[in-house]
């Protein structure tokens, strides 16, 4: 356990915990009271916005909001990316090509602009199906990474042997590769789960999201139609931010540290201290 | 050869699935967005005979033609150039709103993403070289900065750089009062002015991924056996750095450059949408709260396809600066 995943971990257990317990703690968040916009203190742990909604309660329920999207998008995204990665290199050939091909001009085709697109022909939407968008322009990036280890994992000595022994195809795929790919899958979901957050928000941020529904993104939107800018209402719209800044870079923190117990070169370690090592040994 | 002929077949392929996508949206949406456009439409003024065609042709109508045909008037109505009028900025065509906003988004983003990308990789350079270092502890700030949404750094930024201590426009993209857009002095300084705070935000927000790849590529070049080799002739510090383990290490950061560039892109236009920055994204916004179909597509189109050229002349770069991948293929 080194201390970026200790660190990472934390923050986001936080976050979540925040997300799941909050909502239950607070009161409504929608409550219009005859305060105006009140900076923090009086009772109001993060002040209210301008109709005298309770902040605080506004990003509890919010924390719940964008870490449903963030969890049911990087869902999405692992079962398609899985399915056009892993399963497309496994079989090989022509269905590899077909994937492959599919996978880049995905890729190619930028995600956002093709969310707004779809999203301003629907004007009711569920929160559900802002995670399925999400999900379908996202996937791409993460079914490339998977194809390419995919590969050099199938032609390794010891698949061949499995292939060789008469193993079943899908007894390959599900004990022999898969579980080699698990780190790797792991930090595509998070990574999934961050693009999922902050693409939500940036929908949200533009009056596109989900109707009705609480996320980061829709309290920016309310305190930039608001003018809290303007007004310097900073407790209104720092904290959402602020709390998508921190759940990505714990996300990150966990990233890395996956990212190096599956590559080990890159330890943090000083060239001097690495050549210092092999003259020892 | 094959390599170049490979990668223009993919980039065709990839040209008609965006095409083909930008036909089949409207169509398969719920709702019918030419009746809407053409009665929105309707009240600023006469609709013309061709008007509603080259709508209809982009969105799709309730006539009993087939799916095919209509795929061909689509074709045919797109190489003509005719994307049908606006109505957010009536009565101007779509394809003049776009020739208007293209050239400030391209030159915002454009700028932003080479200084990034140049800032970025000698940073990450410098810290794969020196791991450990001080500057190899500048990565998990660049990457908190990161997932920061851009929308709201910019919000943060236009808050203490633009309202609490006035440095920089609130808004727009060059001043409207004083100058006149042109080739003048004014103008250019009024520019520059006005696209700093913006350009900022996208640097920022985006440096921190050009760092880290290129970091973690110095880190796995370091440890190649010719690298070893170098040192061993005794070559200098900065020649095993440059020619030998940065020229290396930089080709995953610039074949990883389409994931990126649809990312900023993406990025850039709710930026623009805090800055009110009189570029494509902010067409697209105000098409959107329109409901300006026929402008929203346009956008769409021309953003895929600048994306799709960015990157065709990227993978053609790679192509001159990599042997290997001509090799292989």
Partial sequence: MTLKLAVGLGIAGIIVVFGVVGPLLVGNPSTVRDLGLTGPGN???????????????QLAYATRGSLIIGVVVGALTLLLSSFFGIVGAFVGGWADEAFS?????????????????????VPNKSIWLVAAVLAITSWAGSA???????????????????RISGEKRWRILFVEILPNLIPLLASQVVFAVIFAILGEAGLSFLGLGA????????????????????????????????????????LSLINFSIDEIINPKLRSQTRAERNKWSVKS | MRYLLRKLVFYVAALWAALTLNFLIPRLMPGNPVDLMLSKLATKGPVTPTTRAAIEALLGTDTHSSLWA????????????????????????????IGQTLPWTVGLIGLATVISFAVGILLGRAAGWRRGSWIDNLIPVTTMLQSVPYFWLALLLLFLLGSTWPVFPLNGGYDVYSVTPGWN??????????????????????IGGWMLGMRNMMVSTLS??????AEAKGLTPRRIRSRYVARNAILPSISGFAISLGFVVAGSIVTEAVFTYPGIGSALLLAVGNNDYALMQGVF?????????????????????????????
């Fill in chain 2, 301 to 329: 189109l021309i953003i895929t396809l600048a994306v799709l050229g960015a990157n065709l002349l990227v993978d053609l770069l790679y192509g001159v600066i990599d042997p290997r991948t001509r090799a292989r293929s």
């Fill in chain 1, 211 to 250: 109707s009705g529904s609480f996320t980061w993104g829709t309290m920016l939107f309310y305190a930039q139609n608001g003018l809290a800018l303007r007004l310097g209402a900073w407790w209104w719209f720092a904290p959402p931010g602020l709390a998508i800044a921190l759940f990505g870079a714990a």
């Fill in chain 2, 185 to 206: 002095l004014p103008f250019a300084q009024s520019v520059v002015y006005h696209g700093a705070l913006p350009a900022l935000t996208i640097v920022i927000s985006s």
């Fill in chain 2, 224 to 229: 190649e056996d010719f690298v070893v080799t």
């Fill in chain 1, 43 to 57: 009772g109001f742990l993060l002040g209210t916005t301008q109709t005298g909604q309770d902040v605080f309660a």
């Fill in chain 1, 101 to 121: 091909l599919f996978t880049n001009i995905m890729l190619v085709i930028p995600g956002l602009p093709l969310v707004i697109l779809i999203s301003s022909y």
């Fill in chain 2, 70 to 97: 209509q795929y061909w008037t689509y074709l045919h109505q797109l190489v003509s150039g005719n994307l049908g009028t606006s109505i957010a900025y009536f009565p101007e065509p779509v394809s003049q709103v």
């Fill in chain 1, 144 to 162: 490339r990474v998977l194809r390419g280890f995919t590969l050099s994992v199938r032609s390794r000595d010891y698949v061949l042997a499995a």
